[in-house]
């Protein structure tokens, strides 16, 4: 089974530019998440989707940071402008439905912001 | 806020001894929590889960305890191998999922 795929892996860009994360989750899975994890701390929620809706977008700075899920399969989430304290890792995870199922996480992609 | 942490932020064990990883939550509402493992440049990997009807829980090489009255969860790894090297994290889950620190274990050879 393929596991969640996430590009690029890793992203440097200047402060105030703009970049684009893509998530590709293990096929049939309802649920798809993004999170943030900052050096040396555990992942942070940004946006969790069901299918194409938005179920919790609470800690998503909504000021610069949008994510879709279109179709309800492949996901973006979008940065614009970026600031320095943006550099992290940008997690996706799939489930197969809602929370409480086990999340299966992609790669990451590494941001780095100058 | 309610949080979920870490007693130790790095451990340090003998290849072949065994390793205890602990956690403390917050939440006394939490149901569900999960152990996971994340080696460098890559996603947190799923260990281990428990849910709050239960005490304990073992996988193979793993053991997850889980103490309500003290809010406290430990994860037991069996003969330690250079494998297990990672930053291992605790999550708890009520209405959403949250993430402790970590704790980084290092295996000496």
């Known amino acids: 089974e393929a596991g969640v795929a996430q590009s690029p892996r890793y992203k440097i860009i200047e402060k105030r530019q703009s970049v684009a994360f893509w998530c590709n989750p293990i096929?049939?899975?309802?649920?798809l998440y993004w999170y943030q994890q900052i050096l040396g701390q555990g992942p942070k929620l940004l946006i969790q989707f069901q299918n194409n809706g938005v179920v919790d977008d609470s800690q998503l700075p909504k000021d610069r940071f949008s994510a879709e899920r279109l179709k309800g399969v492949d996901s973006t989430l979008k940065i614009q402008p970026a600031k320095l304290e943006d550099s992290a890792v940008y997690l996706c995870a799939s489930s197969l439905n809602v929370l409480g199922d086990t999340q299966y996480f992609g790669p990451g992609t590494r941001l780095t912001v100058l | 806020g309610e949080s979920v942490g870490l007693h130790l932020p790095t451990l340090s064990v003998q290849e072949g001894d065994n390793s205890i990883i602990n956690c403390a939550y917050s939440?006394?509402?939490?149901?569900?929590f999960i152990w996971y493992k994340q080696e460098s440049g890559k996603g947190p990997q799923f260990i281990i889960d428990i849910r709050s009807n239960m005490d304990k829980r073992q996988g193979q090489r793993v053991t997850v305890l889980l103490n309500k009255t003290v809010k406290h969860l430990s994860l037991q790894i069996a003969a330690t191998q250079p494998g297990d090297s990672a930053v291992y994290f605790c999550a708890e889950i009520y209405n959403d999922m949250r993430f402790g620190a970590g704790t980084r274990l290092t295996v000496k050879p």
């Open positions: 096929s049939g899975h309802a649920t």
């Open positions: 939440n006394s509402a939490s149901d569900y």
